[in-house]
Nanobody
Framework: QVQLVESGGGLVQPGDSLRISCTAS????????LGWYRQAPGTQRDLVAD???????TYGNSVRDRFRVSKDDAQNTMYLHMNSVQPEDTAIYYC?????????WGRGTQVTVSS
């Protein structure tokens, strides 16, 4: 079983940058797929970025030019670097892991973009 804990969310202004984190209870090298998803009120949970073991990253269309994923294997942590945030980026951001066919979710961290 893998536990995921997101952190770093908060209130930011349009145009700001923010980094959020996802720390896993297992080595992230052992995780088949590790990604970020987000869900705004009244909407479905959507892909932000998804990574595989060899480092291939898929970004959602609305963030591919502004957001970037990085990993710290030693800290078992994945980061989402959010640049030029906009009010439409407001959502709960969730970390998702897939290990041997099992899917795990974190509880999420709220990001609110507002002036």
């Amino acid at each position: 079983q893998v536990q995921l804990v997101e952190s770093g969310g908060g209130l930011v202004q349009p145009g700001d940058s923010l980094r959020i984190s996802c720390t896993a209870s297992a080595s992230i090298r052992s995780i088949d797929r590790l990604g970020w998803y987000r869900q705004a009120p009244g909407t479905q949970r959507d892909l932000v970025a998804d990574t595989d073991k060899i480092g291939f990253i898929t970004y959602g269309n609305s963030v591919r030019d502004r957001f970037r994923v990085s990993k710290d294997d030693a800290q078992n942590t994945m980061y989402l670097h959010m640049n030029s945030v906009q009010p439409e980026d407001t959502a709960i951001y969730y970390c998702k892991a897939i290990v041997s066919g099992q899917t795990y979710w974190g509880r999420g961290t709220q990001v609110t973009v507002s002036s």
